[in-house]
């Protein structure tokens, strides 16, 4: 069982930046690909970006990549998402979750396990 735990949301203006934070029990931590997905009213989860269990792979959606950054420090059983140049259409429901195949990174919300309860991030105009 992986309980995790998002912070960081919070409103800013087109063009700035948010560091959202995903804070996972157990021992465990590293043999999980974590990944970050949204949601906005209306629309289904999607997938934002993903890494693998050691840090040493990532994935990204297109219409994040080279404005986001994800990272994790095992450590500290902790996995972020950097996000810069935002734009109103990432305002959405953030979500972290946790996938036990931790050599890939999957993109689908059926191959995760465990999830957050959500931060959310709204990007003014």
């Known amino acids: 069982q992986v309980r995790l735990v998002e912070s960081g949301g919070g409103l800013v203006q087109a063009g700035g930046s948010l560091r959202l934070s995903c804070a996972a029990s157990?021992?465990?931590?590293?043999?999980?690909?974590m990944g970050w997905f949204r949601q906005s009213p209306g629309k289904e989860r999607e997938f934002v970006a993903a890494?693998?269990?050691?840090?040493?792979?990532?994935n990204y959606a297109n219409s994040v990549k080279g404005r986001f950054t994800i990272s994790r420090d095992n450590a500290k059983n902790t996995v972020y998402l950097q996000m810069n140049s935002l734009k109103p259409e990432d305002t959405a429901v953030y979500y972290c979750?946790?996938?036990?195949?931790?050599?890939?990174?999957?993109?689908?919300?059926?191959?995760?396990?465990?999830w957050g309860q959500g931060t959310q991030v709204t990007v003014s105009s």
């Open positions: 979750a946790a996938s036990p195949t931790s050599w890939g990174t999957p993109r689908e919300v059926y191959e995760y396990d465990y």
């Open positions: 157990g021992r465990t931590f590293s043999r999980y690909t």
């Open positions: 890494i693998t269990g050691s840090g040493g792979g990532t």
